[in-house]
């Protein structure tokens, strides 16, 4: 008996404790300032016309409660918070329950957000699980119950929830998916919206209908239940038909939402923008985005990949001479699939890695001409293990052939006795040198692209190679100001001179012959095959591994890299090489249209002499293949 007494006892004092606690929260928020509604986290952001393309709260089109569609708030109440006019911001009795309900289960099978604590997570920019955000969460929301009705907190709600595809706010989403004012809004309609805040990816019926209609039920049956509807009207609004629209005024790409997320990751890096000030002011933030570069990518990508529904894509467009990235893509759908590969993946980069290899060699008094013997060959190392690459497709010369060759040709076994000869740790030196900031452990096989880099990282060395040797940063963000237009960040762009101009000039040209018919002979350069749709001259190079598949490729107007291959590491089929190839070879061509683009300079010291492409011996009448390759004045072949 006594023990039961101390319980109760106990169970008293902690409600008391706890209500204590709450008044004193409550009164302490009550003396802060306010946040604005209308400008927390409302992030803007800006192309590189400062034209607008995205807005982080959906304020684009805020409509107040009383305008809005009745049913559209009801199912939002009855689905999300049905206490909400009737707590303080913490349904505690839910908690309770939900608590109890996930013990039982052994999983988590139901939350206890009110609707004031899901806004207030909408104006955090991460959704990071740490005792710091769970306080200051909390925070926020005594912050706004003391502040503001509940009328004023469900508005601001309802106009800040992610309804899918990009789309923000419940006016947007219905103009976004019917066409019409959130105002006009039927039952059948305002639960299919209601019912896609819960997960925007799974339940957005333009992504999966079937899911969302499931969805569209659980909200109507919570409408009836709640006593909003009728048993009658839950089934007349069911069996609605419903017609989707599913465009926007203007920036429809499915692949806009990823260099979006690329710029929200990148503002994280900012040092100089307090996290604070994200989270409860608004920010305006000036991009590189070139919607024209972002469209042709697009339609590149779709048009060669039409037949191929699970292959995957990364791509990044840069202008080298600043380091702006001006189009990207994580994948080929965001509303699929919302991996952004971009940013978040790193796979291996094959032969694309050999540029960097070839420049090393260079600068170790290799030149064009220089030569190795190429047919299958075993290596053999001090401890006595060996070493057996392959070249693609088992092609081998079997003869000498000149650099020049096998980098037009991507031979593997110039690469590694190339490699082997300078010594493991002069690559691993060029490719930092260069910029790229994954960390690279020297290994026999490093030339053929055995480690895993991210996309972004390694076309900052070849960003460098597309300045003769001056490395720039790859950044999306060009500048921030806050919502007065204070500016609070400008991109500082610095160039960095790493290599020698000549040197990389030397390298650019036998980049170029990558898809040159003159040099077809025992094997085919690696961009052959796009060679009728190039009218410019480039830098280019392929790299593929077993799931991979790279093209890399520049002038000093563009850079572009694209990777293709599968999420789940599966094999490249033989036809699936190509597409990385036909995507780089029309985005960028497309994007050049109608443009005057012009090589480089010829450094004073640089001379170019007529050879044997293949051989690297100096052209005779007797040659039958001739062409200029380029050298530093003193090392070209004279017989």
């Known amino acids: 008996m006594k023990k039961i007494k101390f319980l109760l006892k106990s169970f008293l004092f902690f409600i008391i404790f706890f209500i204590l606690i709450h008044i004193i929260a409550f009164g302490c928020a009550k003396l802060t300032p306010k946040i604005d509604l209308k400008t927390v986290n409302n992030v803007l952001l800006y192309d590189c016309n400062n034209n607008l393309f995205f807005e982080g709260s959906g304020q684009k089109e805020w409509i107040s409660l009383n305008n809005m569609s009745k049913h559209i708030i009801n199912a939002t109440i009855a689905t999300e918070d049905k206490h909400f006019y009737h707590h303080f911001g913490f349904d505690y009795f839910r908690i309770i329950k939900s608590f109890y309900k996930n013990i039982m289960a052994k999983k988590i099978v139901e939350g206890a957000s009110t609707i004031t604590q899901q806004y207030v997570k909408n104006i955090y920019l991460n959704f990071k699980k740490n005792w710091k955000r769970k306080i200051e969460e909390s925070w926020l929301t005594f912050k706004m119950e003391s502040h503001y009705s509940k009328d004023q907190i469900l508005e601001g709600y309802l106009n800040t929830i992610n309804y899918g595809n990009g789309v923000f706010g419940i006016e947007n989403a219905a103009k976004y998916y019917f066409d019409k004012s959130a105002a006009d809004l039927t039952i059948g309609e305002a639960a299919m919206l209601a019912g896609i805040p819960k997960s925007p990816d799974n339940y957005s019926p333009l992504n999966d209908e079937l899911e969302a209609k499931k969805r569209q039920l659980i909200v109507l049956n919570s409408m009836s239940k709640n006593e909003y509807i009728t048993e009658t009207e839950k089934d007349i609004a069911y069996n609605e038909e419903l017609i989707y629209v599913g465009k926007k005024e203007k920036y429809n790409l499915s692949t806009l939402m990823y260099y979006q997320n690329a710029v929200m990751k990148e503002l994280e890096t900012i040092q100089t923008i307090p996290d604070s000030l994200i989270k409860t002011s608004g920010l305006k933030i000036y991009t590189n985005l070139d919607i024209k570069a972002q469209t042709i990518l697009e339609e590149s990508i779709n048009n060669n990949l039409k037949n191929n529904q699970e292959i995957q894509v990364a791509a990044v467009m840069v202008k080298p001479k600043t380091g702006e990235i001006i189009a990207l893509t994580g994948g080929r759908n965001y509303s699929k699939s919302q991996f952004n590969r971009a940013t978040d993946s790193k796979r291996q980069v094959g032969s694309t890695m050999k540029p960097f290899l070839y420049y090393a060699a260079l600068e170790n008094g290799f030149t064009a001409s220089t030569s190795f013997l190429s047919e299958p060959t075993t290596f053999t190392f001090s401890d006595n293990s060996t070493y057996s690459p392959n070249n693609y497709g088992n092609i081998y010369a079997n003869k000498s052939i000149s650099l020049a060759a096998a980098l037009a040709f991507s031979d ?31 290994h026999p096989s490093l030339p053929l692209g055995t480690e895993e880099i991210n996309i972004i990282d390694f076309l900052t060395g070849y960003a460098t190679f597309a300045n003769l040797g001056d490395k720039v940063e790859p950044h999306l963000i060009k500048k921030i100001e806050d919502n007065k237009g204070n500016i609070l960040y400008e991109k500082k ?19 170029s012959n990558c898809y040159d018919y003159t040099l077809i002979d025992y094997a085919s350069p690696t961009c052959i095959v796009i060679a009728p749709k190039i009218t410019k ?20 107007d563009i850079l572009m890299g694209v990777w293709n291959g599968y999420d789940e590491n599966k094999n490249m089929g033989t036809g699936e090489t190509k597409f990385s190839r036909l995507i780089w070879a029309d985005t960028v061509e497309n ?28 052209a005779t009448k007797k040659t039958k293949k001739k062409k200029i390759l380029y050298y530093i004045k003193g090392t070209e072949p004279l017989k």
């Open 412 to 442: 593997n076994i110039f690469a590694i006795k190339t490699h082997l000869f300078l010594g493991e740790e002069t690559l691993v030196d060029i490719i930092k040198r260069t910029g790229i900031k994954e960390k690279i452990e020297p």
């Open 493 to 511: 762009e610095e160039r960095i001179n790493v290599l020698n101009k000549s040197i990389t000039y030397i390298i650019n040209e036998l980049l």
């Open 537 to 556: 001259k480039y830098a280019l190079k392929t790299g593929s591994t077993s799931y991979d598949t790279w093209v890399v490729g520049y002038n000093q």
């Open 591 to 618: 994007y050049l249209k109608d443009t005057e683009t012009k090589w480089y300079d010829l450094p004073h010291n640089i001379i170019g002499t007529l050879v044997d492409p293949i051989s690297g011996e100096l």
